[in-house]
């Protein structure tokens, strides 16, 4: 009905249950309040841009929870040097700027071409917020004796890929760790943390004891 639509720039049509459903998760909220170094988020978009609008308020929302994030909106048009700086190559994109360290999330300027990415704001933002503001850490997956799978195949058991998914907008990289990997020698420097999840293989003395020696 005439309720759930919006029109702007001539005729197009904007669905705005695709707005309602744009809101902060409680995970997002828990990574700005815990934010301990300024972040700016600035919006690259035109004057009188409904995508730009629509955005908006997400943002102010997480504003409101640490003084730490600062939301702006600049028209890259207007101000193409400092769009460089930030690496805004044009307008429809939102850059997370910390220090010199700037993370961009493309949507676009038409609203038609912009719905699609904006239901996936939450989690992009996310996930471009930890890479901003962390280092890597990496996450390893043991393999070769039979574990759950973080790339499951059908035929396989209950895999991993949401964990492997979950990682990854915490700012791991996640790796695979097995007997050709050199398990056998030691767990290596770079890990965070290493899963070993359901293995129904026997594992060698060797393997066994660069893990103990990892823990």
């Given at each position: 009905?005439?309720?759930?639509?919006?029109?702007?720039?001539?005729?197009?049509?904007?669905?705005?249950?695709?707005?309602?459903?744009?809101?902060?998760?409680?995970?997002?909220?828990?990574?700005?309040?815990?934010?301990?170094?300024?972040?700016?988020?600035?919006?690259?978009?035109?004057?009188?841009?409904?995508?730009?609008?629509?955005?908006?308020?997400?943002?102010?929302?997480?504003?409101?929870?640490?003084?730490?994030?600062?939301?702006?909106?600049?028209?890259?048009?207007?101000?193409?040097?400092?769009?460089?700086?930030?690496?805004?190559?044009?307008?429809?994109?939102?850059?997370?700027?910390?220090?010199?360290?700037?993370?961009?999330?493309?949507?676009?300027?038409?609203?038609?071409?912009?719905?699609?990415?904006?239901?996936?704001?939450?989690?992009?933002?996310?996930?471009?917020?930890?890479?901003?503001?962390?280092?890597?850490?990496?996450?390893?997956?043991?393999?070769?004796?039979?574990?759950?799978?973080?790339?499951?195949?059908?035929?396989?058991?209950?895999?991993?890929?949401?964990?492997?998914?979950?990682?990854?907008?915490?700012?791991?990289?996640?790796?695979?760790?097995g007997p050709k990997?050199?398990?056998?020698?030691?767990?290596?420097?770079?890990?965070?943390?290493?899963?070993?999840?359901?293995?129904?293989?026997?594992?060698?003395?060797?393997?066994?004891?660069?893990?103990v020696e990892f823990?």
């Amino acid at each position: 009905g005439f309720a759930n639509y919006v029109a702007e720039e001539g005729n197009e049509k904007i669905d705005l249950r695709t707005y309602r459903s744009m809101q902060a998760s409680d995970a997002t909220l828990e990574m700005v309040r815990n934010l301990s170094e300024p972040v700016t988020v600035t919006l690259f978009f035109p004057p009188a841009n409904d995508v730009a609008r629509s955005i908006t308020p997400y943002f102010e929302d997480l504003a409101e929870v640490s003084d730490q994030l600062t939301v702006q909106r600049i028209d890259r048009d207007m101000q193409p040097k400092k769009a460089k700086e930030m690496r805004a190559r044009k307008n429809g994109t939102v850059v997370i700027t910390v220090g010199e360290k700037h993370e961009t999330i493309t949507l676009a300027v038409k609203p038609n071409k912009a719905r699609g990415k904006l239901k996936k704001l939450d989690g992009d933002f996310q996930k471009k917020l930890a890479k901003a503001t962390r280092e890597q850490k990496i996450a390893y997956f043991v393999t070769g004796h039979g574990e759950r799978s973080t790339s499951p195949r059908a035929e396989d058991l209950p895999g991993l890929k949401v964990v492997k998914e979950l990682l990854q907008r915490m700012n791991f990289k996640v790796k695979k760790l097995g007997p050709k990997d050199d398990l056998g020698n030691q767990v290596p420097d770079d890990a965070t943390v290493v899963f070993l999840v359901g293995p129904t293989g026997p594992m060698l003395e060797p393997e066994l004891r660069s893990l103990v020696e990892f823990v």
